[in-house]
């Protein structure tokens, strides 16, 4: 079985500490705070320079200029921060950010992270923020589809669309299971549902390695 | 008597010349000096570099400039938005040139510059196909990348509040590129909503101080479309 976007990011939430200071990026990621557990107090970065970023205002309350990293209107929680955009950058590569939840184009086996660029030239590259914060934050998760809409697996050996970062990434999040990056392999976590080690594993392309009992 | 404000967004950059780099704040739809951008368009400056950290949407802002075709280069880190036509028409063309920089890159590079720090040593890109050709280095076990200074001719900013002296106050997250950008530049002209009496702008909230801003222009209107 296939978990659903929505399931995959609410699966994410659910190992953001209390406490944590995290970095959401554009599109599935930015669902996984809709799901993280009122008993935590999570603090959300905004890399255009917002720490404590809350949900969308109401219609009509929106300040022009308070938006997050994909232009959408946030509002600021009390406690909440404004700072310009080389301290906003500082925080990441200074290590300061327990957590970055990233979307990929392909993982590797490594923990490598490809997430801005294809091998589609005539395409013009934009590359944001990824790159920063895949080297910047304590720990980076991948949360993605575990293969393309034909079927193609994005978690392999090596990855051939260009690097956003190399042995960044600590935990992979796909439709079909967690995985860890360790220093012996891909260690699967945990598989949703019914799938089987076998099927996650056809659907892969890199070595796996059973759950530790 | 300082005084630093000017009356027309025309004025202000009528000293622009063809080649110019011209650093503009804004990130996505917020924090541009519209109204500045707009009077850059119409006096008509060719040849330009833009940096700033996306290449505008739509045909207001920085695309405005594309769409005249006055833009020769442009040093971003997303260029490619939902609507960024005019850079992706230019960028078929080969008609406009990238520097396709990482965005906490773009913004060191640019505080380098106002710092007068030549360059740094960054983790960003390394082992990426944005540092090849650069000069890396091993540092305490981790790869790094040498990344220089990015100063600018003119800087296009946008501030909520001044004063005569230039000290300037933000808008949430208005701020973004701006106060970087407000150091690096050898003319740095800042379009605000207000102007208020020199010691009325509480010191301890100045974000940006006078030194760094060399022309104040308040805003006619107070309009944010550029989304």
């Known amino acids: 079985m296939r978990l659903k976007p929505a399931e995959i990011a609410e699966r994410v939430a659910q190992d953001i500490p209390d406490g944590a200071y995290v970095n959401l990026g554009i599109g599935m990621p930015t669902m996984v705070a809709n799901y993280v557990s009122d008993d935590r107090q999570v603090i959300y970065q905004s890399e255009n320079g917002i720490l404590g970023v809350g949900p969308a205002p109401a219609p009509g309350e929106e300040d022009p200029d308070l938006i997050n990293a994909g232009k959408q209107f946030v509002t600021l929680l009390p406690g909440g921060a404004y700072f310009d955009n080389a301290e906003s950058f500082a925080m990441m ?9 990233l979307g990929a ?29 895949a080297v910047g934050a304590k720990q980076v998760f991948v949360i993605m589809s575990h293969t393309t809409k034909s079927g193609e697996p994005k978690i392999l050996e090596s990855c051939n669309y260009p690097l956003t970062g190399a042995a960044v990434v600590k935990r992979i999040y796909t439709d079909l299971a967690v995985l860890d990056v360790t220093d012996q392999g891909l260690r699967v976590r945990q598989l949703h549902g019914d799938n089987t080690f076998d099927e996650v594993q056809a659907l892969t392309g890199a070595t796996l390695l059973p759950a530790l009992s | 008597m300082i005084n630093k404000v000017w009356d027309s967004f025309e004025s202000a950059v009528a000293d622009v010349k063809d080649g110019d780099s011209v650093m503009i704040g804004g990130f996505g739809s917020s924090g541009f000096p519209l109204q500045l951008i707009e009077a850059l368009r119409q006096h008509g400056a060719r040849d330009l570099t833009v940096i700033s950290n996306n290449a505008g949407v739509g045909d207001e802002g920085i ?17 490619r938005s939902a609507g960024s036509v005019w850079f992706e028409r230019l960028y078929e063309e080969g008609a406009i040139e990238l520097e396709l920089v990482p965005q906490g890159t773009l913004a060191e590079r640019i505080r380098a510059a106002g710092a ?15 540092a090849e050709g650069k000069e890396t280095k091993v540092i305490n076990g981790r790869g790094y990348v040498l990344e220089t200074a990015l100063p600018a001719d003119v800087a296009l900013i946008k501030a909520q509040r001044a004063d005569a002296w230039g000290n300037l106050i933000y ?11 407000a150091t690096a530049a050898a003319l740095t002209v800042a379009e605000v909503e207000r102007v208020d009496a020199v010691g009325d702008l509480d010191p301890e909230c100045i974000v940006t101080p006078g030194i760094f801003v060399d022309r104040v222009v308040a805003q006619k209107e107070w309009r944010n479309d550029a989304a």
Request: hydrophobic share 35%.
């Open chain 1, 93 to 101: 590569r200074g290590g300061h950010l327990d957590l970055a939840v």
């Open chain 2, 63 to 79: 695309a405005s400039l594309l769409k005249d075709r006055l833009v020769r280069k442009i040093v971003c880190s997303f260029p």
């Open chain 2, 116 to 130: 007068g720090i030549g360059g740094f040593y960054t983790p960003t890109g390394y082992g990426t196909r944005l």
């Open chain 2, 171 to 181: 808008n949430t997250a208005g701020r973004n590129f701006n106060p970087p950008m």
């Open chain 1, 105 to 133: 184009f392909q993982v590797s086996e490594k923990g490598d992270l490809a997430n801005w660029a294809t091998n589609n030239d005539t395409y013009p590259p934009a590359v944001g923020g990824a790159m920063d914060l």
